[in-house]
């Protein structure tokens, strides 16, 4: 149980453009959504937090009209990284919290690897 | 911000070898997560924590919750080649508005010599 997946695993985009990246909760119905990114060799830093029908809470020093979060659905948020540049360029992780267990504990998607040409 | 710091930052053992690792913080946590990743891929989770004191065993994995709610250790015992990865220390704790956050350690990489 507790399985959340991410889509698309790898993308190479040119600068300029925008990525879509979506993670689900294949077995479970998520309260809570995080987005991570992770530059190499360092820890998950936390981007934002968001709750299914509601505006995602952003991270100090992370721009909400460059990083876009949609939190549609009990299992499927979105986080649209728009006008990508190189420095963009990171391994970005979703995880999510199961609804009505009164646990808190995040599970982590497999992560997308993003490389902005 | 609330901050892990986790140790040692790398460790190389031979296969068979028991592994310990810790973390520790200035702030109370909640609860203690331990995670461990592989190389491209996403953290899973090992072992969760909930109360100051508790010891909890996951096969060959044994980590305990610190009597202060500031600190956890994680054990490994008898070390195969599989172990390789990177583990992380994470504090739940609540955020406001009805969010916890987690908060991450910097990583233990763990390399076993078989």
């Known amino acids: 149980g507790a399985v959340v997946s991410q889509h698309p695993s790898w993308v190479i985009c040119k600068s300029g453009t925008s990525v879509k990246i979506e993670c689900r909760s294949l077995?479970?119905?998520?309260?809570?959504m995080f987005w991570y990114r992770q530059f190499p060799k360092q820890s998950l830093m936390l981007m934002a937090t968001s709750n299914e029908g509601s505006k995602a809470t952003y991270e100090q020093g992370v721009e909400k009209d460059k990083f876009l979060i949609n939190h549609a659905s009990l299992t499927l948020s979105t986080l649209t990284v728009t006008s990508a540049h190189p420095e963009d360029s990171s391994f970005y992780i979703c995880?999510?919290?199961?609804?009505?267990?009164?646990?808190?504990?995040?599970?982590f998607g497999p992560g997308t690897r993003l490389t902005v040409t | 911000g609330q901050q892990l710091n986790q140790s040692p930052q790398s460790m190389f053992i031979q296969e068979g070898e028991d592994v310990s690792m810790n973390c520790t913080s200035s702030s109370i946590f909640n609860t203690w997560l331990w995670y461990k990743q592989d190389p491209g891929e996403g953290p899973v989770l090992l072992i969760a924590?909930?109360?100051?004191?508790e010891l909890t065993s996951n096969g060959r994995l044994t980590a305990q919750f610190g009597i202060t709610r500031k600190d956890s250790f994680l054990n490994i015992s008898a070390s195969i080649p599989s172990d390789v990865g990177i583990y992380f220390c994470?504090?739940?704790?609540?955020?406001?508005?009805?969010?916890?956050?987690?908060?991450f350690g910097k990583g233990t990489k763990l390399s076993v010599i078989p």
């Open positions: 995880s999510a919290t199961e609804a009505g267990t009164g646990g808190h504990e995040q599970y």
């Open positions: 924590l909930y109360k100051a004191g």
């Open positions: 994470a504090g739940l704790a609540y955020s406001g508005a009805g969010s916890y956050q987690l908060t």
């Open positions: 077995d479970f119905q998520a309260t809570t």
